[in-house]
């Protein structure tokens, strides 16, 4: 394929716009004006199109392939969610105040109040904040806010803890708001080593922060009990609800004991994601530290909504304006098409078509914690890495197959790890077809271990410096 650069011809253009009949206006300080050209391709229409369909056509997506990601929920995006958001996009944020002081933007807000209403129902917590423009920058605002709490209460608190089967954004924001981190092994029956948490709590513990199902797919039956030793030091609960695709009507944290909970819209609730895309982690909050919550706060009274702007307890603004709101239609509009029963059986299909590619796959992938799974199931690649294959591998034989690889090498407990993610969206016939190329590759990894090391073959590009890319990003237009 030629390169965009390669096609550049000196004059040529993709569109032609007719003179203009105003005078041109600057609308920066002149000396930041660009002295030179920019260099572009020099293109026709056509040549740009091909350019950026056939490099999409090398990529992975949820609309194209099976994209089994544990830990993500790459589930399909219902593409009437997408009309919905295609009839807000006429409302600038910035309207002036209608006369009476409330914002123009009545319908809007009026939106972002009904998926905060909906997303306080489904956790079981008192308010969210839509705010929070990803997954752990939720977890950094819910931390935030546990800070301010214990702050206004003049508790002096110095450490969260969290398990080591957490996610690596977990510690990570924990230690960004301050806090020293003291992690908490796992146990074998897959859970928090209780007796270890037991010896570690102190009253300098800020939070507890926990994944449930945890990352090796788990649910901990002893969430509760968990909950009830933190609030006797008053250290609070938070809960990494990133992945709710498990437990939606099923159990709410809220109710459970948990203080403070993040949300991916991303994830759970249908939107799209990956590639850096946009993203939405709203965060819920128990009572206690609703007067923290980030502002603008949207507050329903008799005429409508208006926005609380000074609230001198609260932790300030996390987001311009009031997060990702396309993202936010989106998500709406997938609750208010399944509704509470559709919920309910998104999680109960989830968790069935994870639970039957585990009991599929158990023969051929060792199972290191093998009980009832819930949306997701942890494999792990040992018994191949004793023919010289490794999780990595059986990740490139499925790109050849048509399937994006599942997770590998997390959680981190878990020796070349293999972690299944089917969601609710796909059948069984897809699942099947999958389960079959995953016995396909263990098979190989015993008759022909060699064979791994020339895959992938019939991508663009085979084995990548995965270190050097990630190290020395190139950021690159021209179809590299
Ligand atoms: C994805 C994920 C996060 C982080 O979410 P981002 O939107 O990627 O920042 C946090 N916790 C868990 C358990 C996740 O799966």
């Not at 830990?71 to 996009?89: Q, W």
């Not at 007067?291 to 329903?300: D, E, G, Q």
């Not at 494999?379 to 197959?401: E, N, P, T, W």
Request: aromatic content about 8%; some cysteine.
């Amino acid at each position: 394929m030629q390169l965009i650069y390669e096609q550049s011809i000196d004059g040529r253009r993709g569109v032609r716009l007719p003179a203009s009949d105003v005078p041109a206006a600057l609308p920066l300080p002149a000396e930041l004006l660009r002295k030179e050209a920019a260099g572009l391709p020099e293109v026709s229409e056509l040549d740009t199109v091909r350019h950026f369909t056939n490099l999409s056509r090398r990529n992975f997506s949820v609309d194209t392939h099976f994209y089994p990601l544990g830990s993500c929920t790459m589930k399909y995006n219902v593409k009437a969610t997408e009309n919905g958001a295609a009839l807000f996009n006429g409302e600038h944020p910035l309207l002036p105040l209608l006369p009476g002081g409330e914002p123009h933007a009545q319908g809007s807000l009026a939106l972002l109040h009904g998926l905060a209403t909906s997303l306080a129902e489904i956790t079981g917590m008192a308010e969210v904040t839509t705010q929070p423009l990803a997954g752990a920058h939720g977890e950094m605002t819910g931390i935030m806010l546990i800070a301010a709490y214990h702050k206004a209460k003049g508790n002096k608190k110095r450490y969260v803890i969290v398990p080591d089967s957490s996610h690596g954004t977990n510690p990570a924001s924990a230690a960004m708001v301050g806090y020293e981190i003291i992690t908490i092994p796992t146990a074998p029956y897959g859970d928090m080593d209780l007796d270890a948490f037991r010896a570690a709590m102190n009253n300098e513990v800020a939070a507890v922060m926990m994944t449930c199902p945890n990352t090796l797919g788990l649910f901990n039956p002893h969430i509760k009990e968990i909950c009830d030793i933190a609030h006797s030091f008053d250290a609070l609960c938070y809960y990494d609800g990133a992945n709710l695709n498990a437990i939606m009507g099923k159990v709410r944290p809220g109710d459970v004991g948990f203080d403070v909970i993040h949300l991916n819209l991303h994830k759970t609730f249908g939107t799209p994601h990956g590639g850096g895309g946009p993203g939405s982690g709203p965060v819920g909050v128990k009572e206690a530290l609703v007067p923290f919550l980030p502002l603008p706060r949207i507050v329903k009274n008799d005429s409508g909504f208006i926005l609380e702007t000074t609230n001198p307890a609260s932790i300030g603004r996390t987001a311009n304006f009031f997060g990702n709101f396309g993202v936010m239609v989106k998500a709406y509009a997938y609750i208010l098409l399944l509704g509470r029963e559709g919920l309910i059986r998104v999680s109960e299909q989830a968790v069935l078509n994870a639970n039957y590619i585990m009991a599929r796959l158990k023969g051929h992938y060792d199972l290191p914690y093998d009980f009832t799974c819930m949306h997701e199931c942890v494999f792990s690649a040992s018994r191949q890495v004793k023919q010289g294959v490794h999780a990595l591998d059986i990740a490139k034989y499925l790109i050849d197959q048509g399937y994006h690889p599942p997770t590998v090498y997390f959680p981190l407990i878990v020796k070349d790890a293999i972690m299944i993610e089917p969601t609710e969206t796909e059948s069984k016939a897809t699942m099947d077809l999958f389960i079959q190329v995953m016995i396909q590759a263990a098979e190989l990894a015993e008759s022909d271990p060699g064979a791994f090391a020339a895959l992938p073959a019939t991508m663009p590009v085979s084995r990548l410096d995965e270190t050097r890319a990630a190290r020395s990003q190139q950021v690159c237009f021209a179809g590299c």
